[in-house]
Antibody, heavy 122, light 107 residues
Framework: EVQLLESGGGLAQPGGSLRLSCTAS????????MSWVRQAPGKGLEWVSH????????YYLSAVEGRFTISRDNSKNTLHLQMNSLRVDDTAIYYC???????????????WGQGTMVTVSS | EIVLTQSPATLSLSPGERATLSCRAS??????LAWYQQKPGQAPRLLIN???NRANGIPARFSGSGSGADFTLTISSLEPEDFAIYYC?????????FGGGTKVEIK
């Protein structure tokens, strides 16, 4: 069974930092691209960042580019999102999500974690 | 950025009725469109990929159609567990984008 477990969320002040992690199991992590998707309270879904299976291709939402850094450690089946210069409008549940198919750069997401809440407030 | 517009925002129907949800893209996305279902307090679940292919384990009452810029998700006969919010998502261009969602509520 595919499982994705996020951690690292919490309360941060504007301008602060948080590092999110997503630990994967039940599939060959190194074969699939992964993404972070967020959802502000009561709002819709917003894609944040993508990393290819080997880590060589990375994309960001323009609103987070230069502030967030996605990375992965395939030896530990772990995905990360380093979030710096946090803003109030970064407040959201952050989900890690797995691409449905191997060897595609950009696919639908057929597995999601339960999400981790990030609150940015003074 | 490709904007996805979903309509209606809310659909009020009774169990057993047919639901028709629309997703319109600001430019062609070919067939690179997916549909998700989200229930309160839960992560989204993939229903349909590539406009019309049901994901593993998704009941046959869910079907997707369309190509280019106009897409439809149809639920042929609503079950009680189908009342939820539905999102479309395109993977044609970066950034990946989602529609604003359609809430299917019990009438």
């Amino acid at each position: 069974e595919v499982q994705l477990l996020e951690s690292g969320g919490g309360l941060a002040q504007p301008g602060g930092s948080l590092r999110l992690s997503c630990t994967a199991s039940g599939f060959t992590f190194s074969a699939y691209s992964m993404s972070w998707v967020r959802q502000a309270p009561g709002k819709g879904l917003e894609w944040v960042s993508h990393i290819s299976a080997g880590g060589e291709t990375i994309y960001y939402l323009s609103a987070v580019e230069g502030r967030f850094t996605i990375s992965r450690d395939n030896s530990k089946n772990t995905l990360h999102l380093q979030m710096n210069s946090l803003r109030v409008d970064d407040t959201a549940i952050y989900y890690c999500a797995k691409d449905q198919r191997r060897r595609l750069v950009g696919d639908a997401f057929n597995a999601w974690g339960q999400g981790t809440m990030v609150t940015v407030s003074s | 950025e490709i904007v996805l517009t979903q309509s209606p925002a809310t659909l009020s129907l009774s169990p057993g009725e047919r639901a028709t949800l629309s997703c319109r893209a600001s430019q062609s996305v070919s067939n690179y469109l997916a549909w998700y279902q989200q229930k309160p307090g839960q992560a989204p679940r993939l229903l349909i990929n590539d406009a019309s292919n049901r994901a593993n384990g998704i009941p046959a009452r869910f079907s997707g159609s369309g190509s280019g810029a106009d897409f439809t998700l149809t639920i042929s006969s609503l079950e009680p567990e189908d009342f939820a919010i539905y999102y479309c998502q395109q993977r044609s261009n970066w950034p990946l984008t989602f529609g604003g969602g359609t809430k299917v509520e019990i009438k």
